[in-house]
């Protein structure tokens, strides 16, 4: 079950740490967002290492659909309301510099970058683009609405965003990787202040960066309440139509479509990670009913850490921990939201300020309805009794009979048949 990009791209290859190291900043995990940390860094010539407990890429950057968007759904009225204008106007900006800096590096990389219009749609409840186009018109963004989409069934009205983007995600890795200070099967198995114990050897750093998706230290920032993760299906159709463009349903369920080369990329069927949902199967019914021709090429699965109320948490890793940082919670849009952490974390790893920093702040208030839901679902699988437990904080693991997988329905670790680690936020296999 590998991702197109994984099929389409020259994977490159980094030493493990050997020994002891010191270094001004240690990031930990080299995905999108770690690489881009590292590539800052390095531009801004702060010595630092990253460590990745495999290869880079390799974890949830692999299955992207890579969209490079600061539409991220139906998004800006909701932070107004719940920030106000100016917090909504720093979403905004620093989403499009994000895009804006892509753009620049994209110029001189092989990596299938193309700029495309973005559109949200929505089924039924035209008001709600309504809504949101009043919002952007606040904001000063020109999003425009649009009711005649290319897709094989009618919309109520979408909110379209000019001049995005779409890419390789791995070609883009593998480019912006060279050079870099990076060592791959190096796992960090325990952090000691600012000194991480890895498999290799210590590391001894100032400053930390955690970029693990799901950060694994649970006593601080109460990540294991502020996050629960969420699935979602990809198929890659031959013979279907180029939609020329990026759409994505309204919500959280929404269906999205793109196009790469000659292929149409389905994306949907999500659910909650240990929840049933639709997968595969709800996407290949609608394959076979509305592109008949079609050819399935590939498909995969993604997983995604969701906060609280719809923001990422990048910044200080807590309120008590010195010189310790995270990006966690991107919500569906890690590409762009990668960039948008590199840009922020470097500064502040350097003691600078960032005009964006106060929105994306971990240390926010907690008080969202979801809050009281990521609790219920806890307490509720830490009573369910089955022999299979999650080694991360003990909850009720689910089996995932399209997947053939076991799966944390609390936290959204997972585990292969035989027990072996597929995604954190636990850190080790089940135990025999």
Excluded at 18 to 23: A, F, I, L, S, V
Excluded at 298 to 308: E, Y
Excluded at 384 to 389: E, F, G, I, L, V
Excluded at 405 to 411: G, I, V
Aim: glycine fraction near 10%; aromatic fraction near 10%; charged fraction near 20%.
């Amino acid at each position: 079950m590998e991702s197109l990009w994984e099929q389409t791209w020259q994977k490159p290859n980094f030493p493990a740490l050997e020994g002891d190291r010191k270094t001004d900043v240690l990031i930990i995990g080299g995905g999108m967002a770690g690489i881009l940390c590292a590539y800052q860094l390095h531009c801004a010539g702060v010595p630092y290492l990253l460590a990745e407990a495999e290869t880079i890429g390799g974890g949830i950057t692999k299955n992207t659909t890579a969209r490079i968007t600061s539409q991220h759904g139906l998004i800006y009225h909701q932070l107004i309301a719940k920030f106000g204008i100016d917090k909504a106007r720093q979403y905004l900006a620093a989403n499009e510099a994000a895009l804006y800096a892509y753009r620049q590096l994209c110029r001189t990389m092989d990596c299938d970058f193309e700029e495309k219009d973005a559109y949200t749609y929505a089924i039924e409840d035209r008001g709600m683009v309504e809504r949101e186009l009043k919002a952007l018109e606040k904001l000063g963004f020109p999003a425009t609405f649009a009711d005649k989409l290319p897709l094989p069934f009618p919309v109520a009205g979408a909110v379209k965003f000019p001049n995005q983007a779409q890419f390789h995600p791995l070609k883009f890795i593998c480019d912006i990787a060279k050079g870099l200070h990076i060592y791959e099967h190096t796992r960090v198995q325990q952090l000691i202040g600012t000194t991480a114990v890895t498999n290799h050897g210590r590391i001894r750093a100032k400053r930390i960066i955690v970029a693990t998706h799901f950060p694994f230290l649970n006593k601080h920032g109460s990540y294991f309440i502020k996050l629960y993760q969420h699935r979602s299906y990809v198929l890659a159709l031959k013979n279907a139509p180029d939609v020329n463009g990026m759409y994505l349903g309204q919500g959280q369920t929404g269906m999205s479509f793109r196009n790469y080369k000659d292929l149409l990329l389905i994306g949907g069927g999500d659910h909650r990670t240990g929840k049933q949902g639709g997968g595969w199967h709800k996407l290949r019914d609608f394959a076979q009913w509305h592109y008949p021709q079609a050819e399935e090429q590939s498909h995969w699965a993604t997983q995604d850490c969701m906060s609280l109320d719809g923001v990422p948490y990048i910044g200080p890793y807590s309120a008590s921990t010195r010189g310790l940082y995270v990006a966690t919670g991107f919500n569906k849009w890690g590409m762009t939201t990668s960039m948008v952490s590199a840009m922020l974390l470097s500064d502040l790893v350097q003691g600078k300020e960032n005009p964006y920093a106060a929105v994306f702040s971990p240390s926010r208030s907690m008080l969202h309805p979801q809050l009281a839901l990521n609790g219920l679902e806890t307490v509720t699988s830490l009573l369910t009794p089955t022999p299979k437990r999650c080694p991360h904080l003990g909850c009720a693991l689910k089996w995932n009979s399209a997947e053939h997988t076991w799966d944390c329905p609390c936290h959204g670790s997972r585990f292969a048949q035989d027990g072996t680690l597929i995604d954190n936020p636990a850190t080790g296999d089940l135990k025999k």
